[in-house]
């Protein structure tokens, strides 16, 4: 088990990832490197937050680059 193991850590929630589990850990094995990332569940609730605030900001914009002559456009 030797050589630089890379511990994701969740940015939003702190939690570490351990063999695909996400747990609430202040563990991390001596020399480990800590990658911040997203757990699944963060990233999910980020991905809403940027659509929210996509559809928010871009509303306006949508109309026009989407434009693709459907029945309602016409
Ligand atoms: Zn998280």
Redesign the pocket.
Known sequence: MAGSMIFKV??????VEHNGS?LYSNYLAEGAVASHG??P???QKAMTEIEIFLAQNHEGSRVQSNHHGCAECV
């Open positions: 969740c940015c939003i929630c702190n939690r996400w997203y757990c569940q963060c990233f």
